[in-house]
């Protein structure tokens, strides 16, 4: 019997633990990640890509807001087909959203195409190291990877501090986080 536990198994048990907090909990978190910022530099014009929150993530709206006054650019990803790089659409807190085919809030396809800078990242876990545990389908990862062939890109993963594991089980095509935002801290990964 294997003693490490696998990637489904973790997902599964912090996903648990990431559910049971109160809808009291998930608003304070996300005010607190809003309050603290991320831990660099925003220049006005900086492209951050945050996401629509689904099942029981912590909310990235209050933090996209706070960069946007800050002159950030906003965006959210749009999920084009399996295996391939998610595109990123330029977004507002005020825009209306349509439901993409996973069933996820994106903007519309009319809007800009946007490369972004920085990507507000979520996941299921996430251990010390950097390394994420998301859904299973590697949107991230293969998005990721295929961007900065081109371009520096931040990877920012946002959490509650419940989600963090001993270790994740990393494989070669997972890419490492730069950094973790919880309501409690800052993980910062860049070494």
Do not use: C, N
Not at 158 to 176: G, R, Y
């Amino acid at each position: 019997m294997p003693t490490e536990r696998s990637k489904a198994d973790l997902r599964t048990a912090a996903l648990a633990k990431r559910d049971a907090l109160s809808d009291k909990k998930r608003a304070a978190a996300a005010r607190a990640v809003a309050r603290r910022g991320l831990p660099i530099e925003i220049t006005p014009g900086t492209i951050v890509s945050g996401y629509s929150p689904i099942r029981s993530e912590i909310d990235p709206v209050p933090l996209m807001r706070m960069l946007a006054a800050q002159g950030a650019r906003l965006a959210l990803p749009a999920v084009m087909a399996r295996g391939k790089s998610l595109a990123f659409r330029a977004w507002s807190p005020d825009d209306r959203l349509m439901l993409g085919p996973l069933g996820i809030l994106e903007p519309s396809p009319a809007a800009a195409e946007l490369i972004p800078d920085i990507m507000l990242v979520p996941l299921a876990a996430f251990d010390r190291l950097g390394h994420r545990i998301g859904y299973g389908a590697g949107h991230y990862d293969y998005t990721l990877a295929h961007l900065r062939k081109t371009k520096a890109i931040m990877a920012i993963g946002l959490a509650f501090a419940a989600q963090e594991i001993e270790a994740v089980p990393a494989l070669s095509h997972d890419v490492p986080l730069d950094y973790v935002l919880t309501e409690a801290g800052t993980f910062d990964f860049r070494s």
